[in-house]
């Protein structure tokens, strides 16, 4: 079975500090998703970033970047000068390719806090 | 576009209680899941319906259950409700396939059971 584990639990920063966040997963299947959400105050569960399991390129979108390692079974998120609006609790999840359609397994979440 | 959309945001229900609660996915998505998010458990899997279907079930009771209309919006069922049923439940659509598709969520309905 899929597993997604985020160990930290809170991160606090001051703004403008970068910000990183730790993503391993477990999972049997050669072909799978990672993803980022981002849930702000207000519940919404908001889309950052998707990757597939062939692709371990590493990428930089505005003041985000990722990097997967397959090797170490790791996805991890990181936020460049970071922004009180940044505030939020990220969740890293994966999806595999199967019968279960687009189900997410999620991990348990890192509440972000930056302060001004 | 609308985006998915939940009713309703807040409700109170004493213990025993029904509740049933509604999602209507993003135009074009035929594929609705529920997720429960309790406090300190993060996010569970509910169900997962495709084209009217229930395809796929996480580990809860019976008393959690559903269905997909023809027009695709969803409802969620809770019978009766216990206190650690309270919870934001979250309803995301997607296309429909395996495994690539994003899922796009809702605000949630956020349930107390008292």
């Known amino acids: 079975a899929q597993k997604v584990t985020q160990a930290q639990t809170e991160i606090s920063v001051v703004e403008k500090e970068d910000v990183t966040l730790d993503c391993v997963y477990e999972?049997?299947?050669?072909?799978?998703?990672l993803f980022w959400y981002k849930q702000p105050p207000s519940g919404e569960l908001v889309f950052l970033i998707r990757r597939n399991s062939f692709d371990e390129q590493n990428e930089i979108s505005g003041r985000y970047s990722w990097n997967f390692q397959k090797s170490t079974s790791s996805f991890n998120f990181t936020i460049t000068a970071s922004q009180v609006v940044d505030s939020a609790v990220y969740f890293c999840a994966l999806s595999e390719v199967g019968a279960a359609g687009n189900k997410l397994t999620f991990g348990g979440g890192t509440r972000v806090l930056v302060k001004p | 576009e609308a985006g998915v959309t939940q009713s309703p945001t807040h409700l109170i229900k004493t213990r025993g209680q029904q509740v049933t609660l509604r999602c209507s996915p993003i135009?074009?998505?035929?594929?609705v899941y529920w997720y429960q998010q309790a406090l300190g458990l993060g996010l569970q899997f509910l169900l997962w319906?495709?084209?009217?279907?229930?395809?796929n079930r996480g580990n809860f009771p019976p008393r959690f259950s559903g269905r997909q209309f023809p027009n695709y919006s969803s409802e969620l069922n809770v019978n009766a409700l216990e206190l650690e049923d309270s919870a934001l439940y979250l309803c995301?659509?997607?296309?429909?396939?395996?495994?690539?598709?994003?899922?796009?969520f809702g605000a949630g309905s956020r349930l107390t059971v008292l």
């Open positions: 995301a659509s997607s296309l429909k396939g395996a495994g690539a598709n994003v899922l796009t």
């Open positions: 999972t049997r299947d050669t072909t799978y998703y």
């Open positions: 135009s074009g998505h035929t594929s």
């Open positions: 319906y495709d084209e009217g279907e229930e395809r």
